[in-house]
């Protein structure tokens, strides 16, 4: 069975960084697409960042120039490096990975269980 589990987050003051991780554990055969999004409360669950199979990577507006996402695909691992981080980038941050798992034809979506990440100003 695979599982998607998310670390690193926690509470930072205004301006402070943290550096999320995201590792996908169990029988997986192929990975594409990783990234992280997040859900504010009251919000709807957003885009934050992507990271491709090639490398090439896509992000929110809200975050270019603050975040940048990164992967290693010898460790099924997603990272997710945050600076100058605002108050309003306060969320519960989720791990995405499009994967084939062994044994199948197809590829997936699996999520994580979800990262706190709580910015005070």
């Known amino acids: 069975q695979v599982r998607l589990v998310e670390s690193g987050g926690g509470l930072v003051q205004a301006g402070g960084s943290l550096r999320l991780s995201c590792t996908a554990s169990?029988?997986?055969?192929?990975?594409?697409?990783m990234g992280w999004y997040r859900q504010a409360p009251g919000k709807q669950r957003e885009l934050v960042a992507q990271i491709f199979s090639g490398g090439s990577t896509n992000y929110a507006d809200s975050v270019k120039g603050r975040v940048t996402i990164s992967r290693d695909n010898a460790k099924n691992t997603v990272y997710l490096q945050m600076i100058s981080l605002k108050p309003e980038d306060t969320a519960v941050y989720y791990c995405k990975a499009r994967l084939r798992a062994s044994g199948n034809f197809y590829y997936t979506d699996y999520w994580g269980q979800g990262t706190q990440v709580t910015v005070s100003s």
């Open positions: 169990g029988s997986i055969a192929s990975m594409d697409t």
